[in-house]
């Protein structure tokens, strides 16, 4: 495994996330940013609940994946740099890579997130279950999803080179629309200033509208969504270095709101509080509701329209036979 590429280093740096913390909380509504819900902890914690059965979007993309596989690395041409934004446990990630292996088709494999300690144990781990002189060069890579895009522009690795992009686990939905197009046109940007041959993503989609099913997989029974939840208050104390929040007094709420077709995963301050982030106070309200995570469901038309608005087209799908989840190629219209 090569040393890791520090893609936005000033991401980690406290005054970075004093700032981050605070635009978080002045927002509407009122939201924890990602650096904070996904630390080592939090990413840890959500390797658990990806094994609970009620947990469905983990076992149903993996489905999808194991019964397409061949035709979904026949989108990956060999000698192919292979990006996967927020790559987590990297056990789906596993599938792919083991895949290509099989074929023996090199690329360079890159797994972006957020912490770096997380990247460098699931890599590991990846590495013991691959085969020895395997063809898949796997590389970390730290920062957000946001530096991606300026990576992809400036990196030598991707000239003369076929990128794909992999997006699993239903993250894009985590995004607001302005977020993904964002994120799309940068992709796009990097794509035209850069010498990459061609760009493809691969978008793992969940469009679930079943609300039984969809508050036992966000509300676990076993308390790991609230633990997981409430784990973002003690990252922001760990971050800072002092008890900004007290994690006991906030409730975890979480609802699927059908109007907007999506769960919110929220906590709820059960006093009145005023704190003091970046030299202004912050004043919450008892049961305020503070967004941790939102999970859209998004159905193919929904999907494709948001790609549209950015210049990409949805060009081949792969369904789950049951459930609705779905795999995506998504490419740039011509
Ligand atoms: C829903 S989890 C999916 C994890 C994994 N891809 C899977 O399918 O199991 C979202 C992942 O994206 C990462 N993530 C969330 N926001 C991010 C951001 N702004 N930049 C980089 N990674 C991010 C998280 O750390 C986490 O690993």
């Not at 983990?58 to 990006?83: C, H, M, Q, W």
């Not at 090199?106 to 002189?133: C, F, G, H, I, W």
């Amino acid at each position: 495994m090569t040393k890791s590429t520090e893609v936005d280093e000033t991401a980690v740096a406290r005054a970075t996330m004093v700032k981050l913390l605070a635009e978080g909380l002045r927002a509407n509504p009122p939201r924890i940013p990602a650096q904070f819900v996904w630390d080592k902890e939090g990413l840890q914690l959500f390797e658990k609940i990806t094994q609970c059965e009620d947990y469905y979007p983990f076992a149903a993309e993996g489905n999808v994946l194991k019964f397409n596989i061949d035709r979904i690395l026949d989108t990956i041409s060999p000698g192919a740099v292979v990006l996967e934004l927020g790559s987590g446990s990297l056990e789906k990630t596993g599938i792919i890579l083991e895949g290509l292996c099989r074929l023996q088709r090199p690329v360079d494999y890159y797994a972006l997130d957020l912490s770096q300690k997380e990247l460098d144990r699931t890599l590991d781990r990846l590495a013991q279950t691959m085969p020895k002189n395997s063809c898949i060069r796997c590389h970390p890579l730290l920062g957000t999803y946001e530096a991606s895009a300026e990576w992809l522009a400036e990196s030598r690795v991707c000239h003369d080179r076929d990128v794909t992009i992999l997006w699993l686990g239903s993250s894009i939905a985590n995004e607001t629309d302005t977020e993904i197009r964002k994120l799309l046109e940068g992709f796009a940007s990097a794509y035209s200033r850069s010498r990459i041959r061609t760009l493809q993503l691969l978008v793992g989609v969940d469009g679930s509208q079943d609300s039984t099913q969809l508050s036992r997989a966000y509300d676990l029974s076993n308390d790991l969504s609230r633990r997981f939840a409430l784990n973002s208050l003690g990252s922001i104390n760990r971050s800072l270095g002092y008890e900004v929040f007290d994690p006991t007094a906030w409730r975890f709420r979480g609802a699927w709101n059908p109007v907007k077709m999506q769960y919110e995963t929220c906590l709820s301050p059960t006093t009145k509080m005023e704190i003091y982030i970046d030299g202004e106070a912050i004043e919450l309200a008892a049961g305020d509701l503070v967004r941790v995570i939102t999970s859209r469901k998004l159905d193919r038309l929904s999907l494709e329209k948001l790609v549209f608005g950015a210049g990409f087209s949805v060009t081949q799908s792969w369904k789950h036979g049951t459930c609705n989840y779905g795999l995506y190629q998504i490419e740039m219209l011509e």
